[in-house]
């Protein structure tokens, strides 16, 4: 493979590997907001949250598998108690409520990472057997970055799953859809959106972990990829895990080729392609009219 073609084929996998992150980021926010109409402006914060627990359990147990499995599911736990005792009681109170109660629990989260595990980095070091470069064709490519792919597809291809191949995918869709229709027919609404919240929280700390050993952890860990995931969720359309696919593809592959070609223009480009689609979609891609 000559070195031009082997330049645009790796910034390519670097594009779909951000891209595939993002979606695992937005696919939770699109559940949470698009779905359960909840403003959980904190959701990057467990995003973060869960980088930080994987390093506690790492150092721990030195076992980087088991970290990778375990803080997710603390990440979740925590968000599971926030939407069952502060966000439930907000919610009736709309949007606002929700807006000013996520953004004290981000700054909560925030200050407790800094009290717990200090301001600076947190570096973690994946198994051995993930270091270094695999080459396919004359191409050199990092292997962890195809384990992000791998095992992004994975989780996603079991959400997927869940959500439309079994019966508690069934009653998740129709309570989000229908809330007081389900919940006449016997559904626990609280309860599946208690689930559904611990689902989307899950899926930050997938992603937080995921991406922890390539940006190290550190308070701002948020900050650098919060913001291109709201652009996701917006330009795809609330709700649509489909659009939120979609754009998280396009979103990772032209940060990743603006970086190579255009570097200067490249951290507005995200929100250049925002302005041209909610200029002739304001519902997103997929979005569809109230």
Same mark, same amino acid.
């Given at each position: 493979?000559?070195?031009?073609t082997?330049?645009?084929?790796?910034?390519?996998?670097?594009?779909?590997?951000?891209?595939?992150?993002?979606f695992?980021l937005?696919?939770?926010?699109?559940?949470?907001?698009?779905?359960?109409?909840?403003?959980?402006?904190?959701?990057?914060?467990?995003?973060?949250?869960?980088?930080?627990?994987?390093?506690?359990?790492?150092?721990?147990?030195?076992?980087?598998?088991?970290?990778?499995?375990?803080?997710?599911?603390?990440?979740?736990?925590f968000?599971?108690?926030?939407?069952?005792?502060?966000?439930?009681?907000?919610?009736?109170?709309?949007?606002?409520?929700?807006?000013?109660?996520?953004?004290?629990i981000?700054?909560l989260?925030?200050?407790?990472?800094?009290v717990?595990?200090?301001?600076?980095?947190?570096?973690?070091?994946?198994?051995?057997?993930?270091?270094?470069?695999?080459?396919?064709?004359?191409?050199?490519?990092p292997?962890?970055?195809?384990?992000?792919?791998?095992?992004?597809?994975?989780?996603?291809?079991?959400?997927?799953?869940?959500?439309?191949?079994?019966r508690l995918?069934?009653?998740?869709?129709?309570? +989000?859809?229908d809330?007081?229709?389900?919940?006449?027919l016997g559904?626990?609404?609280?309860?599946v959106f208690?689930?559904?919240?611990?689902?989307?929280?899950?899926?930050?700390? +997938?992603?937080?972990?995921a991406?922890?050993?390539? %940006?190290t +952890?550190?308070?701002?860990?948020a900050?650098q990829?919060?913001?291109d =995931?709201?652009?996701?969720?917006v330009?795809g359309g609330?709700?649509?895990? =489909?659009?939120?696919f979609? +754009?998280?593809?396009?979103?990772?592959?032209?940060?990743?080729?603006?970086?190579q070609?255009?570097s200067? %223009?490249?951290?507005?480009?995200?929100f250049?392609f925002?302005?041209i689609? %909610?200029g002739?979609?304001?519902?997103?891609?997929?979005?569809?009219?109230?």
């Amino acid at each position: 493979m000559d070195p031009t073609t082997a330049m645009y084929v790796a910034q390519g996998i670097h594009g779909l590997a951000y891209g595939l992150l993002l979606f695992l980021l937005a696919s939770g926010f699109t559940l949470i907001f698009g779905m359960m109409g909840i403003l959980n402006l904190a959701h990057g914060s467990f995003f973060m949250l869960s980088g930080y627990f994987c390093c506690q359990f790492l150092s721990m147990t030195g076992n980087f598998w088991l970290a990778l499995l375990l803080a997710p599911i603390a990440a979740a736990f925590f968000g599971v108690l926030c939407e069952r005792f502060l966000l439930r009681k907000v919610h009736a109170f709309g949007h606002i409520g929700e807006l000013i109660l996520t953004v004290g629990i981000s700054l909560l989260i925030l200050e407790s990472v800094k009290v717990f595990w200090g301001g600076g980095s947190l570096h973690i070091t994946v198994p051995q057997f993930l270091q270094g470069l695999v080459t396919v064709a004359g191409l050199s490519y990092p292997i962890y970055r195809l384990f992000i792919i791998g095992l992004s597809l994975m989780v996603l291809g079991f959400l997927t799953l869940i959500l439309y191949k079994t019966r508690l995918g069934m009653i998740v869709r129709a309570a +989000v859809s229908d809330a007081d229709m389900a919940n006449a027919l016997g559904i626990n609404i609280p309860l599946v959106f208690m689930f559904v919240f611990g689902v989307s929280t899950w899926l930050a700390g +997938v992603a937080g972990v995921a991406i922890a050993p390539i %940006l190290t +952890v550190f308070p701002g860990l948020a900050d650098q990829i919060w913001m291109d =995931a709201l652009v996701v969720v917006v330009v795809g359309g609330l709700g649509s895990l =489909a659009g939120a696919f979609i +754009v998280s593809i396009i979103c990772g592959l032209s940060y990743c080729y603006g970086v190579q070609f255009i570097s200067q %223009l490249a951290p507005v480009l995200m929100f250049i392609f925002v302005a041209i689609v %909610l200029g002739f979609r304001p519902m997103g891609l997929f979005g569809e009219r109230e």
